[in-house]
């Protein structure tokens, strides 16, 4: 192979530019992280499906290219057995048996159960549909069987229910079986022979011992595709990827980008995927010495990918990695489209690397020729803005728009938009970290909470895991957290916990104690921090008190009487103030102050307890007439439910009525006035 003389050198500024794009170990790392988490959320979630999750593709990977990609989700059937050898079958268990025959593609398999169906007495017309005779007179079970029910499902991508969201954002599931012994199709794979040691002993015994997986979809040129099951190696797979080098995780993310850019546009979306690239990489790092891979040879790498990738386009035949006699092209690359995808790679080839300057993401194609143009040594020193605040940010931020758990983003939006106004030239990654992860857990806690109890059937170990979440997210700061505790203890009537939580509150806040939404600067914040050499995860917690945010999923676990404020908006009405952040519009957001005395008045209705009740009252009518709180129609109207409550109707209608003029869009002040004037009517209905 003929190397050109620029290679060294701009392969060395590619590596820096990949870095500075989000693409570095510690970005890598931190998104491979994040997607962990993510699939044990999923699994808590999903404890009543009756199956496990687990998340694949290049989201999981963390080879993903922007925020369009999809989400890959593999939903296993742990009750389902699936046996490679009937010596292996126990008595009173009814599993299935991987069989296959002459004209069983390599890499499928078809599933025969291991009792007679037909002469069964469940035999029925719903049998009959998953149940299907083969070309040899056996019952196997059919591959359009998912297994699961899926609801909402948009359209479907193969064997995957795809399901959409917004933000563009698209999760494809693939309902699966799983097989807990290596399957023997891949056996030659265990005991290749490897000249380069990759990978590594240790790491083919783990990979041997995740087992494979079953995937509902037949060879596409099969007469029988409906009745076979492809052989997944998925969790291999993975493993094998998180273990690639810095430079190897380089080379496969820009062969992608390559491929999205280059390649797919001029030949078709489905003729060479991205399990293709990951193949040739695979294939090629198992053949290479180890010490091909460095910085300086990045170009050379990419070359050699593309050069094996032709090889196989020109030959028809792409080998499964772990079973090599599958052939991957077969059904999508032949007659034209083999011919043109040739050219396409010969001419990515002749051009010698001078295509990476045309890659739009991230500005990737225009860094790398500025970066050209500049000495390694000004690269090295420029700073780089994904190894920062902001890039912890971004990934929580694309955690929550990217996930079932869209219910908590406004919620956190929130925090995360008063966390960074107050705190963001101090705050590190790990304590927006810390901070978030207790708002997370508060507002996950009170969402699970509400979803326990909106059923006929109070689902008790929902509320169970509910408390703990909101036990976690009592530490988020001073009151927050810990007043959610306290409603979500008054839900459920008691009464104690709740008083014993309002005692605490008050005890420990200190006019140290600053309102996030009304502090004016960030001085004296700063003072704090330097005086007193306090982190700001401590400051968060001790000294910082913020609103108290209700979603609509939140619903039945809310106060009866922040309840309007979910059901207030019109549509029609934008804020001016927060134009990027726009959070009330769909929100009840309370004052926590406000939210503490109101609580404390909610606690001592229900024990009787009138001296205190009252002074409660009247600390509310102090909070919103002398101290600075943000969302001051909110605390008239909870004031006037109070004071409704307590038989002051005369009263209760001043305070909505100001409530009113303060803001005439989208109030729920409009909710109770409705309800005073239906009382009205039927007071003089009485009198007459």
């Known amino acids: 192979m003929d190397v050109p003389d620029y290679y060294e050198a701009v392969s060395v500024r590619l590596v820096r530019?990949?870095?500075?794009?989000?693409?570095?170990?510690?970005?890598?790392?931190?998104?491979?992280?994040?997607?962990?988490?993510?699939?044990?959320?999923?699994?808590?979630?999903?404890?009543?499906?009756?199956h496990c999750v687990h998340l694949f593709g290049s989201r999981a990977e963390a080879t993903d290219m922007g925020i369009q990609s999809d989400l890959d989700m593999i939903a296993l059937h742990d009750s389902i057995i699936v046996l490679q050898h009937f010596q292996s079958w126990e008595p009173g268990f009814d599993p299935f048996l991987m069989i296959t025959d002459r004209t069983t593609p390599a890499g499928y398999v078809k599933l025969q159960s291991l009792y007679d169906i037909a002469s069964s007495p469940a035999w029925n017309e719903e049998t009959d549909k998953v149940m299907l005779l083969d070309g040899y007179g056996r019952y196997v079970l059919y591959n359009g069987h998912k297994g699961v029910k899926l609801d909402r499902v948009d359209t479907y991508h193969g064997p995957a229910n795809t399901k959409y969201y917004r933000f563009g954002f698209s999760l494809d599931c693939v309902c699966c079986y799983r097989v807990l012994s290596w399957p023997y199709m891949a056996l030659e794979w265990i005991m290749r022979h490897r000249n380069h040691n990759w990978p590594s002993h240790e790491t083919i015994a783990v990979i041997q011992q995740s087992g494979a997986l079953l995937v509902p979809v037949g060879q596409p040129t099969s007469p029988e595709r409906h009745l076979e099951w492809r052989i997944s190696l998925s969790c291999g797979e993975k493993i094998l990827v998180w273990q690639f080098s810095s430079f190897q995780y380089k080379c496969y993310v820009l062969l992608k980008m390559i491929n999205k850019y280059f390649i797919k546009p001029k030949v078709g979306d489905n003729v060479l995927t991205s399990y293709h690239c990951k193949t040739c990489i695979f294939y090629l790092i198992e053949s290479t010495p180890a010490t091909l891979w460095q910085p300086q040879n990045i170009l050379i790498c990419i070359e050699l990918c593309l050069r094996k990738l032709r090889t196989w386009v020109e030959e028809g035949n792409c080998p499964n990695y772990f079973i090599p006699e599958e052939n991957m092209f077969m059904g999508k690359v032949y007659g034209h489209i083999q011919s043109n995808l040739v050219n396409v790679l010969h001419n990515l080839i002749r051009q010698k690397g001078k295509y990476l300057t045309g890659i739009p993401i991230f500005n990737i194609g225009q860094t790398l020729i500025r970066a050209c143009q500049s000495p390694v040594a000004e690269i090295d020193n420029e700073q780089n803005p994904w190894d920062s605040t902001s890039f912890t940010v971004f990934l929580l931020l694309r955690f929550l728009l990217h996930t079932w758990f869209h219910v908590l983003r406004q919620s956190l939006l929130i925090h995360l938009w008063i966390l960074v106004r107050i705190s963001s030239p101090l705050v590190i990654r790990q304590e927006i970290c810390t901070i978030l992860r207790s708002?997370?857990?508060?507002?996950?806690?009170?969402?699970?909470?509400?979803?326990?109890?909106?059923?006929?059937?109070?689902?008790?170990?929902?509320?169970?895991l509910a408390h703990e979440f909101l036990l976690l997210g009592s530490s988020s700061d001073v009151a927050s957290g810990k007043l959610k505790l306290a409603a979500f203890y008054l839900?459920?009537?008691?009464?104690?916990?709740?008083?014993?939580?309002?005692?605490?509150?008050?005890?420990?806040?200190?006019?140290l104690v600053a309102s996030v939404e009304t502090e004016t600067t960030n001085d004296n914040i700063h003072f704090r921090i330097k005086e007193q050499n306090i982190s700001t995860t401590e400051l968060v917690r001790n000294y910082s008190a913020f609103?108290?945010?209700?979603?609509?999923?939140?619903?039945?676990?809310?106060?009866?009487?922040?309840?309007?404020?979910?059901?207030?908006?019109?549509?029609?009405?934008?804020?001016?103030?927060?134009?990027?952040?726009?959070?009330?519009?769909?929100?009840?957001?309370?004052?926590?102050?406000?939210?503490?005395?109101?609580?404390?008045?909610q606690c001592y209705h229900q024990q009787y307890k009138i001296y205190q009740k009252m002074a409660a009252l009247e600390n509310m009518i102090w909070v919103i007439r002398y101290e600075r709180i943000k969302y001051k129609d909110t605390a008239l109207n909870l004031l006037a439910y109070c004071l409704k409550k307590e038989g002051f109707l005369v009263e209760a209608y001043k305070v909505l009525y100001r409530s009113v003029k303060l803001r005439n869009h989208n109030n729920g002040a409009k909710w109770q006035i409705g309800c005073l004037i239906n009382i009205a009517f039927r007071c003089l209905g009485d009198r007459r």
């Open 17 to 50: 530019v990949l870095d500075t794009s989000g693409y570095g170990e510690k970005a890598r790392w931190k998104r491979i992280m994040m997607w962990i988490q993510t699939e044990k959320l999923f699994n808590i979630l999903c404890l009543n499906l009756g």
């Open 547 to 601: 609103p108290v945010p209700y979603l609509p999923s939140e619903i039945y676990c809310t106060p009866k009487a922040l309840i309007p404020e979910l059901f207030r908006t019109t549509g029609s009405y934008q804020s001016s103030q927060y134009p990027y952040i726009d959070y009330t519009q769909s929100l009840a957001v309370v004052d926590h102050k406000l939210y503490l005395h109101f609580l404390e008045y």
């Open 491 to 511: 839900m459920q009537n008691n009464v104690i916990l709740a008083e014993r939580i309002l005692e605490n509150i008050e005890k420990n806040y200190t006019f």
């Open 439 to 464: 708002f997370c857990c508060s507002s996950l806690g009170s969402n699970l909470a509400s979803k326990s109890c909106q059923e006929e059937v109070i689902d008790q170990e929902g509320l169970n």
